[in-house]
């Protein structure tokens, strides 16, 4: 009966990786250093997204004393995102990837992650990534106005066919 269940449900199959498997997911976590890689990304992703903000203004000014506390916040939201990758949560990402490769292919890339080149683009990624945003940002610009009138009509018609979903909104005013 149980090997039933396993074979109609692929998904019950997946969530079960075999120990070694396991145990070399879990190698590629610590060889990665996911924490340390946020740790680094987080406060220069918080001020990449207080930059954004501006665009919220007129000539993208914001006014300073705004700015301020926009970043503030940001930073010690975003900015501490690390703090979310506890040992359980880096050990459900382990399994993910224990689910999609094999024993071999998860020490081969332990392995490439080893090789210095990657220790160095590891250690690069967070800057990389902070001066990628806002030209990321930027290049997403000119279609931003319409996606967001898109998404604002899209919620409006949602809500005029289901009025008893507005209450759901976190701006009920928003519509």
């Not at 207080?50 to 000014?61: I, N, P, S, V």
């Not at 006014?63 to 900015?79: D, S």
């Not at 506890?86 to 050990?91: E, G, K, L, R």
């Not at 996606?147 to 909104?169: G, N, S, T, Y």
């Amino acid at each position: 009966m149980a090997a039933a269940i396993l074979l109609a449900s692929p998904a019950l199959a997946e969530t079960a990786p075999d120990a070694a498997t396991l145990t070399a997911a879990r190698e590629l976590m610590q060889v990665t250093d996911v924490q340390g890689q946020m740790r680094a990304l987080g406060p220069r992703m918080a001020e990449s997204m207080g930059q954004q903000m501006r665009l919220m203004f007129k000539d993208d000014t914001m006014p300073e004393g705004l700015r301020t506390e926009l970043t503030a916040a940001m930073q010690a939201y975003v900015g501490s995102m690390d703090s979310y990758f506890t040992p359980a949560f880096i050990d459900q990402l382990a399994t993910i990837y224990a689910r999609h490769f094999t024993v071999e292919e998860l020490r081969r890339v332990t392995a490439f992650m080893k090789e210095p080149v990657m220790v160095k683009f590891r250690a690069e990624t967070p800057a990389m990534i902070a001066e990628m945003l806002p030209l990321t940002f930027e290049a997403m610009k000119p279609g931003q106005q319409q996606f967001m009138a898109k998404i604002r009509q899209i919620v409006a018609d949602w809500i005029a066919r289901h009025p008893e979903d507005k209450a759901k909104l976190r701006s009920p005013t928003a519509s």
